[in-house]
């Protein structure tokens, strides 16, 4: 199945943690990777495979991954956190790629 | 470092015809796979379509396989999107992004793309 399902938005008090999920077939047999898209920006990774964090995202970000589901959490949010974030697979050809709906990230 | 610089903002009619371009920069470039994501107004990203700069060969999303046209030029570092015949439903930002790892990093800066009579 191509289909990773979010949830629409969260909120997280500043300094909590917050956790996105994603749900799908596809990542029983493939990491999530995580985009971070802030308005009128163009999409950023901040998370992908087993355990990588591209140089540059802060190491409040962090990914797990149990049976169909991908998690990525923001320990210690941030104001700059708030942001749109995108879960994304891959099918098992390796070449067709699918993105979750999104969630909004809300820092109170 | 890799960078991905996008054609400009467009205006169209229905009906017309565009291609849009994502130039890349960077060490190895001609052996990465580009992708296309299309993003419409307010809301979440679709994966479009992906092509090897190397070889030219193209994997398109089946929600997009006979709707658009991937394709590139090694010799330029460039990938390009195009269209036959615009639709308004085809006003969206278009980003382009570089493959790897099965990660999309970097991203272009987008090119906004509206069509209306």
């Known amino acids: 199945s191509s289909e990773l399902t979010q949830d629409p938005a969260v909120s997280v008090a500043l300094g909590q943690t917050v956790r996105i999920t994603c749900q799908g077939d596809?990542?029983?047999?493939?990491?999530a990777s995580w985009y971070q898209q802030k308005p009128g920006q163009a999409p950023v990774v901040v998370f992908f495979g087993k355990d990588n964090r591209p140089s540059g995202i802060p190491d409040r970000f962090s990914g797990s991954s149990s049976g169909n589901t991908a998690s990525l959490t923001i320990t210690g949010a941030q104001a700059e956190d708030e942001a749109d974030y995108y879960c994304k697979s891959r099918d098992s050809s390796g070449n067709h790629y699918f993105f979750g709906s999104g969630t909004k990230v809300t820092v109170l | 470092e890799v960078q991905l610089v996008q054609s400009g903002a467009e205006v169209k009619k229905p009906g017309e015809s565009l291609k849009i371009s994502c130039k890349g920069s960077g060490k190895n470039f001609p052996n990465y796979w580009i992708a296309w994501v299309r993003q419409m107004p307010g809301k979440g990203l679709e994966w479009m379509g992906i092509?090897?700069?190397?070889?030219?060969?193209?994997r398109y999303s089946p929600s997009f396989q006979g709707q658009v046209t991937i394709s590139a030029d090694k010799s330029i570092s460039t990938a390009y999107l195009q269209w036959s015949s615009l639709k308004a439903s085809d006003t969206a930002i278009y980003y382009c992004?570089?493959?790897?790892?099965?990660?999309?990093?970097?991203w272009g800066q987008g090119t906004l793309v509206t069509v209306s009579s």
């Open positions: 092509i090897y700069l190397g070889d030219s060969d193209v």
């Open positions: 596809s990542l029983r047999s493939y990491y």
């Open positions: 992004a570089r493959e790897w790892d099965f990660t999309f990093d970097p």
